[in-house]
C-alpha cells in the first residue's frame, strides 16, 4: 500500500511539473518569436480582409464608377501601411473588386485601377512595392448578393489577401 501510494505521488508530481507552458530561460524554442512579433506568425496565407482573417488589414470601399480613394478608405489604408510596416515579411495581394453593374470588360478595367490606386497610396506610405500584388475580379466575386445599393456598396471593394507571412 505504501508503494502504491509512492508510486501514485511521484506520478502525480511529473504530470504536474512536466505540463507548464511557459519556456525555461536559455531554452532556444523561448526566442521562436520572431522579431516582428506574434501578428505576422499567426497569419494565414490565403487568410483576407473580407473574411476578418487577414489580421489588422482591413477591406476598403469605393464610390460608384471611382477608384478615387475616399476619406474613410485613407483612414484604413494608413492603418493597413502601419501593420505592414511592422510585419515586413508579410507579403499582400490586393483584389480590386465591383458591383453588379456595368460590363465584366469593364468591371476588371475599373477593379485593376481600384487595386492599383490603393497599391499606389500603400508605397507612397512607405511600403515597399515588391510587397504588393495587385488583381482584378469585376463584379465576379461580390460579398454581398442584393440588387441594390447596401449589396452594391458592399462589392465596390479592395480586398487584403495574405500571400507571405
Not at 506520478?11 to 526566442?31: E, I, N, Q, R, V
Not at 515586413?88 to 487595386?115: F, M, T, W
Not at 515588391?130 to 469585376?138: F, L, N, V, W
Amino acid at each position: 500500500m505504501k508503494k502504491l501510494f509512492t508510486l501514485l505521488l511521484i506520478s502525480s508530481s511529473l504530470l504536474f511539473t512536466g505540463c507548464g507552458d511557459k519556456p525555461k530561460k536559455g531554452d532556444p524554442s523561448a526566442s521562436a518569436v520572431s522579431s516582428e512579433g506574434s501578428a505576422a506568425s499567426a497569419l494565414e496565407i490565403n487568410a483576407d480582409s473580407d473574411s476578418g482573417k487577414a489580421g489588422a488589414l482591413q477591406t476598403v470601399y469605393f464610390d460608384f464608377n471611382s477608384s478615387v480613394l475616399r476619406s474613410d478608405t485613407r483612414s484604413a489604408l494608413e492603418s493597413n501601411a502601419s501593420f505592414l510596416k511592422e510585419n515586413p515579411s508579410v507579403k499582400v495581394i490586393v483584389e480590386g473588386h465591383c458591383d453588379e453593374r456595368g460590363s465584366v470588360q469593364y468591371n476588371i478595367a475599373l477593379g485593376e485601377k481600384r487595386a492599383k490606386s490603393i497599391k499606389r497610396f500603400l508605397t507612397s506610405m512607405g511600403v515597399e512595392s515588391s510587397r504588393i500584388e495587385t488583381a482584378t475580379y469585376g463584379k465576379e466575386r461580390p460579398v454581398a448578393f442584393g440588387h441594390d445599393e447596401s449589396a452594391w456598396s458592399q462589392n465596390r471593394r479592395g480586398n487584403f489577401v495574405i500571400s507571405a507571412k
